[in-house]
């Protein structure tokens, strides 16, 4: 088993990828890792697809010790060299220019702050005292768990949060 499994996974990560995925959303988390005699925390980048049928796919999972820009455009050099071409939206945290490495490979792409991110950002520009009001606003404007929600809805929302 052990000889087999490094194989398939190399196989799975150099696997032919879609020319072409509406969305990928790519964010990193930070492991505790062992390396020699030391313990660290590193960053693993996971990168997430919709595929046009609309169902799901693991592009990949990248290590890196840190977290950056640069890593990204290896990351994303790797994508090509897997028939990856084109992207319609990424979805990515707010890392310092990210979108730069983004349009150099994929010119034509959009990009869009993960809500999560986008809220840790608001949280950080206001008074304490009214950060729970701002937390019920910014949920309710990127409610999620309604299937029946329309875009003319989700518009009214953020109007009257932007009116709050």
Known sequence: MFDL????????????????????YID??????????????????????VCSDRTGEVL???YFPTEGSKQSEVIFERLKNQSLSNVGLFVTDGLTNIEEAI????????????????????LKEV??????????????VF???????TIDAAKQRFSAFCDF
Do not use: M
């Open 5 to 24: 499994v490094p194989e398939e996974v190399f196989k799975w990560l150099n696997r032919p990828l879609e020319s072409y995925y509406p969305i990928v």
């Open 28 to 49: 990193s988390t930070f492991i505790p890792t062992h390396q020699v005699d030391t313990v660290s925390k590193e960053a693993y980048y996971t990168l997430l697809a």
């Open 60 to 62: 990949g999972v990248f």
């Open 103 to 122: 349009w150099k490979h994929f010119r034509s792409a959009d990009i869009q702050l993960c809500s999560v991110h986008l809220h840790r950002v608001f």
């Open 127 to 140: 008074k304490p005292k009214h950060k729970a009001a701002l937390s019920e606003g910014v949920r309710e």
């Open 143 to 149: 409610r999620s768990d309604d299937r029946n929600d």
